[in-house]
């Protein structure tokens, strides 16, 4: 994509679970070679919303724009199909495969071409391009000479890193994370706040939820801050810096 392309557009978007408003209206757009944040209290909807655009959850109303294509009522594998692509929360790598297993693995089942089954099938020269392609993805974020140890020897921080590679494997033009920070040291971070703006210097766009606002603000160049469902704003890391609503929603004042 052109850098400034609008990339991603959420429309109102809504969520409902029984009586509880999870999302609630909430519109927000991503542009090509942005890195946008989207922090807020815990329960404020941010992980649903990700699971909305990313067609992972169904709307319970608005819509979802990719790369000027209506994206919401598609099946997730189509929307990463399209270039949307996307860590989980929760979701781990298998500790006993090799990294690059892992990479090529992850990047074969989300690409959509197939079921496991189907990959195990795989012939010899599709085997040997799954592979290279997961080493490239490998090479981009540093960890090509790991990538034949066992996922599970390596820390925390280089295990996000290798989850941020899986995603990569599709040739995404937009990263959505999921609290990639989460649970790493504050050295971890560091290095991985540098491994994303070199993504975003490649021509990546990003999109991340995240809990920690040091890590936020250093990195994004614009923010949407949630609370209770709802969006509270929407502004450059200064400006949510300084916002006082900002604040009382974190500091629950
Ligand atoms: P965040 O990621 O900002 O912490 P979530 O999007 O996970 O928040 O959750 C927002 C709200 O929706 C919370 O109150 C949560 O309990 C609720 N919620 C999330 N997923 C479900 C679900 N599948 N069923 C019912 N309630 C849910
Ligand atoms: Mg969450």
Redesign the pocket.
Known sequence: PAAGELLLEAKAVRKT??G?V??NDVSFSVHAGEIIGLI?P????????FNLVSGVLGLSGGEVHFRGQRVDGLPSRQIARRGLSRTFQHVKLIPEMTVLENVAIGGYLRSGKGTLSAMLRRNRAEERQLFAEAHKQLERIGLADRMFEPAGNLALGPQRMVEIARALATDPALLLLDEPAAGLRLKEKQALAAVLRQLKGQGLSILL?EHDMDFVMGLTDRIVV?EF?TRLMDGTPAEVQASPAVRAAYLGT
């Open positions: 679970f029984g509880l999870a999302v807020g815990n329960g404020a909807g941010k992980s649903t919303t939820v949630m469902g």
